[in-house]
Nanobody, 120 residues
Framework: QVQLRESGGGWTQPGGSLRLSCAAS????????MSWVRQTPGKGLEWVSG????????HYLSSVKGRFTISRDNAKNMVYLQMNNLRPEDSALYHC?????????????WGQGTQVTVSS
């Protein structure tokens, strides 16, 4: 069965950096786009970033563009989110999500999430 396990969350001060990782199993990883989605009590669900199945292209929420970088390693079935210059409004539960297609868009499986807290 499809399993997605996130790690790397934690606390940091504004301006700090964190790197999230997601280990995927139970499907042919290299065939599907992957995304990161965040969840907060106030904003609900918010798509953050997506990467094509072959890693050839990436997309970002406008507020994180230039600060976050998504990447993947298809040999290791891993997807990453490097987050720099973090802001308090980036605080959220971050989930990785498996795409339905090879390009980012609709998703069908999510991990449990990893909490990111940005505060002074």
């Amino acid at each position: 069965q499809v399993q997605l396990r996130e790690s790397g969350g934690g606390w940091t001060q504004p301006g700090g950096s964190l790197r999230l990782s997601c280990a995927a199993s139970g499907f042919t990883f290299s065939r599907y786009a992957m995304s990161w989605v965040r969840q907060t009590p106030g904003k609900g669900l918010e798509w953050v970033s997506g990467i094509y199945a072959d890693g050839s292209d990436t997309h970002y929420l406008s507020s994180v563009k230039g600060r976050f970088t998504i990447s993947r390693d298809n040999a290791k079935n891993m997807v990453y989110l490097q987050m720099n210059n973090l802001r308090p409004e980036d605080s959220a539960l971050y989930h990785c999500a498996k795409g339905v297609y090879s390009v980012p868009g609709e998703t069908d499986y999510w991990g449990q999430g990893t909490q990111v807290t940005v505060s002074s």
